[in-house]
């Protein structure tokens, strides 16, 4: 995963005509062949998927306005879907690749093409599975260059290498996520966290199972931090050194130096390292960060080498330095060093104000076997809503049900604003062991073209208060607020000078964050928390994002090759 240098293939010519983005590009082709591979880890052999039998997954390179063509096939047993994380899918909403929103899955033996251009985008994102739990072990890093000769805004670093944060477990993804939903209780904790793959010498059976970055004195690395992890969120340090922070989810921001970083699932982030220690080996730590009460985790840091080249071999590591599990300081400290690195354009008019209350539920136990699948707080089951709605997935994918106008795969009334206001994170009336019941349904927001949308998202104590790293697909954001408590416009601080371009915002524990973006690409957009078991149990919702008049704003026809449920 180093890159000292780069020189990138393409062919150019066209593949089948179709109203799209026009790519000022290269075409980029990639292979991905959906596999399972017999891996050992922490003393234990298991099969688990993969692409092309590699773990993480093979790197995609591009450059920005380049179209990507991976054509997919899968090898399993198991359906398979690709997403193409921050990558905003102008006018591809059919290759987004959530399953059943945007595309039902490839089943075994069948093969379908993703293809998309990264139009005025360029920085740090990853794909990743986006079928049941298997992003566990399906995932990699796409990075996508400036266009020839563009250079960066910080000075060109020596080397770049990227660092893919994950989870592993010893058990078979797939049958994890079943076992927890037929509990009806919380999922069981990683058994380690791993740095590109690896979980390193903290765990069992893993001196010899560690990443390690070679790195010469003076020299200063840009290291791209990818968070591909499940059910955690977690902060990251070098022992020693500063990171200096110059792009957030795939968007330069003001240099901001600080000694740690946290990210949670969906996050990525580009930081300068400058090797300016006395030569030696020195870890690099991912460790927890839990801002939920009662919840059980990892408490054992996953560990890499930044190794000195004239270090003495063999010889200890330096240990780095993590926050407390629960340290929300800093957490907070970090999302107030983040700024666009230009004054940006944010729109100061609103067209669509949303109000959406974010959080868990415990649903009532209706099983004739409550041993086996009510185990969550108070004998019931638990949920995750959206202004107290739990998102149900649909049988078939809602954009073909949209673009189709099938009817009863989901109703057109998600509410812009909660069913009743109380005091959120302290009070709500449905705290346990009181109702704390959400509605069921695929319940969808409609949004006219061109409509400018600010959202606030709301924290709720319902069950307890938590960080949600919560995700939009098919656009970027300005994060022009946040803060702890309940949200109160007549107190609350907006940024509409320099706020940062994100596409998975870390809403604060017990707190709100505020966003604004322009409705401009015409599709069916998933918006979920993106820890895995949250997204399970509901927390999401989909925007549905109309066609505009002109020709570039308009959803074009469903691929031929477009997987059938």
């Known amino acids: 995963m180093v890159l000292s240098f780069l020189f990138i293939y393409g062919y150019n010519y066209n593949v089948h005509v179709m109203a799209q983005w026009p790519s000022g590009g290269s075409t980029r082709f990639y292979d991905f062949k959906v596999q399972t591979k017999r891996v050992t880890k922490l003393c234990s052999t298991k099969d688990m998927v993969t692409i092309n039998g590699k773990f993480p997954g093979p790197s995609v390179y591009a450059q920005e306005d380049d179209r990507i063509i991976v054509n997919v096939t899968n090898e399993t047993p198991f359906n398979i879907t690709i997403h193409w994380h921050g990558v905003r899918q102008k006018l591809s909403c059919w290759f987004d690749g959530p399953s059943y929103i945007t595309q039902c899955p490839i089943q075994a033996g069948q093969s379908f093409a993703y293809e998309f251009t990264m139009v005025k985008q360029k920085g740090t994102f990853f794909w990743h599975a986006h079928v049941s739990w298997l992003r566990a072990t399906v995932y990699g890093a796409l990075i996508v260059y400036p266009k020839t000769a563009v250079p960066y805004p910080f000075k060109a670093p020596y080397e770049e290498h990227t660092l893919i944060l994950g989870e592993y477990w010893l058990q078979d993804v797939v049958q ?62 070098i022992a020693n050194h500063k990171l200096t922070i110059v792009e957030a989810d795939a968007e330069y921001t003001k240099p901001f130096t600080t000694d740690r970083v946290m990210l949670g699932p969906g996050q990525t982030m580009g930081v300068l390292v400058t090797a300016d220690q006395s030569p030696g080996k020195y870890s690099m730590a991912m460790g927890p960060y839990m801002s939920a009460k009662g919840v059980k ?160 998202m709301q924290d709720t104590g319902t069950v307890t ?66 820890l895995d078991i949250h997204q399970s149990w509901g927390l999401g919702t989909v925007l549905v994002v109309k066609n505009g008049k002109g020709d570039l704003e308009i959803l074009p026809h469903p691929p031929a090759d477009l997987p059938q449920c």
């Not at 690395?221 to 977690?234: K, P, S, V």
């Not at 709500?428 to 409609?446: C, E, I, R, S």
Request: hydrophobic share 35%.
């Open 297 to 456: 985790f990892q408490n054992i840091s996953s560990i890499a080498y930044f190794q000195y080249s004239g270090a003495v071999p063999n010889s200890l590591s330096l240990p780095a330095k993590l926050p407390c599990f629960n340290d929300n300081l800093a957490v907070k400290t970090v999302m107030d060093g983040l700024r666009s690195l230009n004054p940006v354009n944010v729109s100061r008019q609103i067209d669509t104000d949303l109000f959406v209350t974010i959080g868990l539920n415990v649903q009532k136990c209706h099983s004739k076997t409550p041993k086996q699948n009510c185990q969550g707080l108070n004998n019931g089951v638990m949920a995750a809503s959206m202004n107290n709605i739990s998102f149900v997935k649909p049988k078939i994918s809602l954009l073909e049900a949209y673009y189709k106008k099938i009817n009863d795969s989901f109703t057109e009334d998600f509410p812009g604003v909660p069913l009743k206001f109380y005091d959120f994170v302290n009070g709500a009336p449905n705290n346990a062991p009181n109702n704390t019941q959400a509605l069921n349904g695929t319940k969808a927001l409609v949004l006219e073209y061109g409509a400018r949308v600010q959202l606030i």
């Open 465 to 530: 208060t938590e960080n949600h790293p919560i995700h939009l697909h098919g656009y970027s954001f300005y994060v022009v607020g946040y803060g702890t408590g309940n949200y109160n416009l007549k107190t609350a601080n907006f940024n509409l000078v320099d706020p940062p371009y994100m596409n998975t915002i870390g809403v604060p524990v017990g707190g709100w964050a505020a966003i604004r973006f322009v409705a401009d690409n015409p599709g069916v957009w998933f918006m979920h928390c993106h």
């Open 176 to 237: 994890l996520e079943r076992a927890t939903a037929a509990s009806g209780g919380p999922p069981t904790p990683t058994n380690a966290y791993t740095i590109n793959g690896h979980p390193g010498p903290n765990y069992n059976c893993s001196n010899n199972d560690v990443y390690q970055i070679d790195v010469v004195s003076g020299k200063t690395y840009l290291l791209r931090l990818i968070h591909a992890g499940l059910n955690m969120e977690n902060f990251f340090a």
